[in-house]
């Protein structure tokens, strides 16, 4: 069977080196949606960056968490102001994913007409959903740090997700069996 001849790493020493090769090479295959977190500079600007290592951690209160890699810039942007938006891209936003995934120096300009205000925080425009979150704890996990933020606002648009799965962007395919449905048994 495919999966099993090409699973790579079952048996042996592995090294530090191939560890962290197969631990890209593994989450590349957990399929995410796409966000992208939204901060203010000190300029007033709006500074982005596309994450997909988000999820929701609790409902009583309203809680989501990121996962920010310490050399963003993003990182430091929520450290100083104690806030983000979490935006959900829709299927037809590949191109602001790029952007915002683009290091800020070689991104160039967005139109202004992509971006909108959330309460105190300003999102992406015509998202499927958009938070305003206030950062509520900040823990340190190797070379990123695990923010925690209350939705203080919250907004749900239709659409479609945009899908991120070993290393592309695509779109959801609703290919799944009949027999694997859950909507019965929940
Ligand atoms: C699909 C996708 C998901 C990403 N998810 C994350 C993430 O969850 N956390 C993170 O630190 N970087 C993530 N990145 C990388 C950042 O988007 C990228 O480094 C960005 O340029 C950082 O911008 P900043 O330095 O302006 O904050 C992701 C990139 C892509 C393409």
């Not at 069977?1 to 957990?30: H, K, P």
């Not at 596309?50 to 209160?61: E, G, K």
């Not at 800020?104 to 499927?128: D, H, K, M, W, Y």
Request: hydrophobic share 40%; proline share 4%; with cysteine.
């Amino acid at each position: 069977m495919a999966l099993v001849s090409n699973f790579r790493g079952a048996t042996g020493l592995q090294t530090a080196e191939s560890i962290a090769d197969m631990y890209r090479d593994a989450w590349s295959r957990f399929a995410t949606g796409v966000t992208v977190i939204t901060t203010v500079e000190p300029s007033g600007a709006v500074h982005g960056m596309t994450a997909s290592s988000v999820t929701s951690v609790s409902l009583d209160p309203p809680l989501v968490l990121v996962v920010i890699g310490e050399s963003r810039q993003t990182h430091a942007l929520i450290e100083s102001t104690g806030r983000f938006g979490m935006s959900i891209l829709d299927a037809g936003q590949t191109k602001i994913a790029k952007h915002f995934a683009t290091p800020p120096e070689s991104r160039g300009e967005l139109a202004a007409e992509n971006l909108a205000q959330l309460s105190r925080t300003p999102v992406i425009a015509n998202t499927i959903a958009a938070m305003d979150c206030k950062v509520i704890a900040a823990h340190k996990a190797g070379d990123h740090t695990v923010f925690i933020g209350e939705v203080q606002s919250i907004q749900v648009g239709e659409g479609d997700p945009l899908v991120w799965f070993q290393r592309q962007f695509g779109g959801f395919a609703d290919s799944v069996s009949d027999q694997n449905s859950t909507s019965d048994s929940e």
